[in-house]
């Protein structure tokens, strides 16, 4: 019992470590990383069509599946706060095996280990769910978009075949934002 | 500059064409430049707002996710648009974006009003050379952010500019095609005025109402031209007419018997003046015509300062004068009275008098005379008033002296057959016998006699002594009416006495029994007719006043008659539901009918020894208390009837005396 609730000081102690390290990280008077990615993961709604059948505009709450370690928690940081956002929109669910994400209509890939990630990439191949990291590689590598922290912002980059692919379809808007890559693959 | 009553009708007409195709352009003009930099404005903000609508659209992705660099991109596609000055992009209260034309020194203030993390509202601002629109940014219906774009105004400047100057153009035009028009249309309108104008001018001139204006039009002018023409007509048949009368008002002037004459009422001298004035006066027409109000008025109140205001009469100062009686002095110096009429009247463009003055120094002197005829009259008048008054208590206490007379004779008779020497007598035959009386009344003869004859005597006695005492009673009657007679005329028959409810039978038998004797005398017969009425209102003395003369002129009259019997009636009835009436008729001598007319006449008399007083005062007596004397006859030989009629006495009438005379 004594180890239990020790461990669990040391937990907790190392998250606020990490989290005060994260604060310090960031410069002064500008967003938070994370806080920009939830606020973009939920513009994407607004930036990309998915199919009749599957638009998750139908069956509100959207569901935003996290694969890998979640950095928001229960909810999207001030999502409600951002412009566009609403934090009631988009459910949190933590997806641990590549079957979980077939019930998402979004899933972030955090600092997921590759196996994990390559796995969920080959069960979502054909299925209508968009698929966000945040690695360079991502999009390359069967993702749909990277979220890439670059200069002080976040840069998009877009693999519009693999979105091709699963019948969604990104707005031309996002797509003349981002950078378009081409997966392994093609 | 000429004002606009003293320019010519030409130049009005061309002004008044002038102005109003002036102000149709004008105003259009303005109208349509409004209108148009309004829609030029609209479709500029339209534009604006449609190519807001654009950039915001457009740059959602950029706003989303952050990227200015892309924001600004799109926003640089504006610079194709001359027009547009600059646009930015708010996120978040901050600038996101922007552009700016090269050139443009003009920045945009942010609103700062309102809160900077919530989008501003969408929105036009002007200035005098630019146009802000505001548009919101929305992402599925939730604002994201704001775009700003500002627009110079000078396309719409150089519109106007063009406009302005189209607008002039067309309205020098308009001016020079309005001035062709009226100058064209205003001749055939102009002509027929002109030719009304210079008949006119040369009737002014010329005094020659025989001129006429052409009619050259059938129109409204024509109507105007004609119509001055028949008015030209009637004005030369009145000034004619008014020559007449002038001529003949100045005959009446000259001729009239009243002296007249007319001045001025300012300077006050002489302007006209006739022959009765000239002989009043005595002056010549030229000495008169050269003086003056003053010269012929003597008084210092004279009619200058009494009836005529001056220096500059108002109107209403200027009131006819009426019966105002001054003192003129003649030629010779002699004062003459004159009574003044003036009236105001407008003589040859002046204000003048018209002045009658009569000369009344003969009827003013007749006047005098006639003041102390009339005084003398009344004097006369008093006097005779006052024979008058003497001639009536004469007259009355003459009738009621006749009675007294008879009282007295009737008294003296009476006293001198008294039975008192019988009663002597018997004393002298008792005077031997005092010792033995008793034996001398019982056994002498002539002593058995005496007792009887003294009882006799004493009831002979006793009976003259009440006749006696009913005659002294009479006579004290008698005397005391005199002495009402006298007392009443005192007040010359007008004061009356107390009025009280009297039987008008009662009246009769008391007037009967002062004259009953010289009746029994004379053989007249006395009928009465006395028919039930009730009481009149009246004083008693005047009624038995008036019932004696009437009796006593019925006595005479019967006296003078031939009928026979002589005869006597005397009637009392019912005249009117307000009167009763007391009748006196005989069949004496009767009355003529000319009498008839003059028998109340103060004077008027039919008898040697009368006065003419007795009818007449009677008569007035009647009218006084409210009744009448009047009198019928057949004429001559026929008899008489007078009739007094009175008013009946209200039932609950007490005895009142009449109102006072003043």
Redesign the interface.
């Known amino acids: 019992m004594l180890r239990v609730l020790a461990l669990t000081w040391i937990a907790l102690a190392l998250t606020l470590a990490s989290l005060s390290a994260r604060g310090q990280s960031d410069p002064p008077g500008s967003v938070p990383e994370y806080q920009l990615k939830a606020a973009f993961l939920e513009r994407f709604r607004a930036f990309v069509h998915w199919p009749a059948s599957h638009d998750p505009a139908q069956a509100k709450p959207a569901v935003l599946g996290i694969v890998g370690r979640n950095p928001f928690g229960p909810r999207l940081p001030l999502a409600s706060k951002q412009p566009g956002g609403d934090a009631r929109a988009l459910r949190l669910v933590e997806c641990t095996t590549p079957e979980d994400t077939l019930h998402c209509d979004i899933i972030f890939f955090c600092n997921a280990g590759s196996e994990l990630t390559s796995a969920s990439l080959r069960v979502l191949a054909n299925h209508p769910i968009l698929t966000v990291g945040e690695t360079a590689e991502f999009a390359r590598a069967g993702g749909m978009i990277s979220m890439v922290p670059a200069d002080r912002r976040i840069r998009l980059e877009i693999n519009p075949t693999r979105v091709a692919r699963t019948g969604l379809r990104i707005d031309p808007q996002l797509l003349q934002l981002a950078t378009i890559v081409q997966g392994k693959d093609s | 500059m000429m004002p606009l009553h003293q320019r010519s009708i030409r130049r009005k007409l061309n002004l008044v064409a002038l102005l109003t195709c002036l102000t149709a352009v004008v105003l259009s003009g303005a109208a349509l430049l409004v209108h148009e930099v309004l829609t030029f404005r609209g479709k500029l903000v339209s534009e604006l707002s449609t190519q807001a609508r654009i950039l915001g659209r457009?740059t959602?992705?950029?706003?989303?996710?952050?990227?200015r660099v892309?924001a600004e991109r799109t926003l640089s596609e504006l610079n194709q648009q001359k027009h547009i000055e600059c646009a930015i992009l708010y996120?978040?209260g901050t600038v996101f974006a922007e552009f700016h034309r090269s050139g443009s020194n003009h920045g945009v203030d942010p609103d700062h009003s309102h809160d900077p993390n919530e989008p501003m509202a969408d929105a036009e601002q002007y200035t005098a050379s630019t146009v802000t629109v505001v548009r919101r940014i929305e992402?599925?219906g939730?604002?994201?952010?704001t775009v700003v774009i500002r627009a110079d105004l000078s396309d719409l400047r150089a519109y106007a500019v063009r406009h302005s100057v189209i607008l002039a153009g067309v309205f020098g035009v308009s001016t020079l095609v309005a001035l062709l028009m009226a100058t064209r249309f205003h001749r055939s309108i102009l002509r027929p005025i002109q030719e009304l104008t210079r008949t006119a001018r040369t009737i002014a001139q010329d005094q020659d109402f025989t001129q006429r204006a052409q009619v050259v039009s059938d129109d409204e002018t024509g109507e105007l031209t004609q119509a001055f023409n028949r008015m030209l007509d009637r004005i030369d048949d009145q000034a004619t007419a008014l020559r007449q009368s002038e001529a003949r008002y100045r005959i009446l002037f000259r001729s009239s018997p009243l002296p007249t004459w007319l001045f001025d009422a300012e300077s006050f001298r002489f302007l006209e003046v006739n022959q009765a004035a000239l002989e009043t006066y005595r002056f010549t027409e030229e000495e008169f015509l050269s003086l003056s109000v003053p010269d012929v008025c003597t008084q210092s109140a004279s009619l200058l300062q009494n009836a005529i205001p001056a220096p500059a009469p108002t109107d209403d100062a200027f009131q006819p004068i009426r019966g105002c009686l001054r003192r003129h002095r003649r030629k010779d110096g002699t004062l003459i009275d004159v009574e003044v009429c003036a009236d105001p009247i407008q003589y040859r463009d002046r204000r003048a008098w018209l002045v009658v003055a009569q000369d009344v120094t003969t009827r003013k002197q007749a006047e005098a005379d006639l003041a102390a005829a009339n005084e003398k009259l009344i004097e006369t008048s008093r006097q005779a008033g006052m024979a008058e008054v003497a001639t009536g208590v004469l007259h009355n206490v003459g009738n009621v002296l006749n009675s007294v007379n008879v009282s007295a004779t009737l008294i003296r008779d009476r006293l001198g057959a008294s039975k008192l020497n019988s009663l002597r007598r018997t004393t002298d035959l008792l005077k031997p016998h005092l010792e033995s009386l008793g034996e001398f009344v019982t056994r002498d003869p002539q002593g058995r006699l005496v007792a009887p004859f003294l009882i006799q005597l004493t009831d002979h006695l006793l009976e003259e002594q009440n006749r006696l005492i009913g005659e002294a009673n009479s006579l004290t009657v008698n005397i005391e009416h005199i002495k009402e007679i006298v007392s009443m005329q005192q007040s010359f028959a007008r004061v009356s006495g107390v009025r009280e409810p009297l039987e008008p039978a009662a009246l009769f038998e008391d007037a009967l029994r002062m004259n009953i004797d010289s009746f029994e005398k004379r053989g007249i017969l006395i009928e009465r007719r006395f028919a039930p009425t009730s009481r009149v209102l009246a004083d008693r003395h005047k009624v038995l006043q008036i019932l004696l003369n009437l009796i006593g002129n019925a006595r005479h009259a019967l006296e003078n008659g031939a009928q026979i019997p002589r005869k006597l009636t005397l009637l009392v009835g019912v005249a009117s539901p307000t009167h009763a009436f007391l009748a006196v008729a005989d069949n004496g001598m009767g009355i003529a009918p000319e009498a008839l007319m003059r028998i109340f006449q103060l004077g008027f008399t039919t008898k040697r020894d009368g006065h003419g007083f007795g009818l007449h005062s009677g008569a007035n007596a009647a009218r006084e208390m409210g009744g009448s004397l009047g009198v019928s006859s057949d004429g001559p030989g026929l008899g008489a009837s007078f009739r007094l009629e009175l008013p009946f006495a209200p039932p609950d009438a007490t005895p009142t005396a009449p109102p006072s005379s003043p």
């Open positions: 457009l959602r992705a950029a706003l989303s996710f952050e990227d892309e996120h978040q992402l599925d939730t604002p994201i952010g």
